[in-house]
């Protein structure tokens, strides 16, 4: 974990592949092989079924704003002085119960505490882009103006 920001351990190896496929631009969910139940976050069993069998699959990385909070004051302290700044939870296109935790971004450059706070919007359509952040590239989001 870094001193500064809250980094995934990227070498979990339930998550790994996650953010291997992170680093290559591609937003991707494990998938049950013997029942096909997508899941995330990503786990050893799967719920539904309890096969410890799984493999990778893409995702198109478009889906909508589910929820959404400003925390103010931060909630961590190593984020004081980015405060205030938004995390969004995303409920995935292809399956709106594979939701995913990040930022909105206002560009796929642009700092996450730097985004006009107003622009949030439950629905909103949105797609993935990947920041990198100490050498981990996070999953955040930008508002896809071509879904709506």
Do not use: K
């Not at 029942?35 to 719920?47: S, V």
């Not at 704003?65 to 939870?89: G, Q, T």
């Not at 709106?96 to 796929?108: C, T």
Request: aromatic share 10%; glycine share 4%; hydrophobic share 40%.
């Amino acid at each position: 974990m870094s001193e500064q920001w809250l980094v995934p351990d990227v070498e979990d190896p339930d998550s790994a592949p996650f953010w291997q496929a992170a680093a290559q631009g591609q937003l991707v969910v494990q998938s049950c092989v013997d029942c096909g139940q997508r899941r995330f976050p990503p786990r050893p069993m799967c719920y539904r079924c309890r096969s410890l069998r799984h493999h990778w699959q893409p995702l198109s990385g478009r889906g909508t704003i589910w929820s959404f909070v400003v925390p103010h004051p931060p909630l961590l302290p190593a984020y004081e002085a980015v405060a205030p700044y938004n995390v969004i939870v995303v409920a995935a296109a292809e399956d709106p119960a594979l939701r995913f935790v990040g930022n909105l971004v206002e560009s796929p450059e642009a700092p996450f505490h730097q985004t006009n706070l107003d622009r949030l919007q439950i629905g909103a359509p949105v797609r993935v882009v990947f920041q990198q952040v100490e050498g981990i590239y996070l999953p955040r989001w930008v508002l896809d103006p071509s879904e709506r």
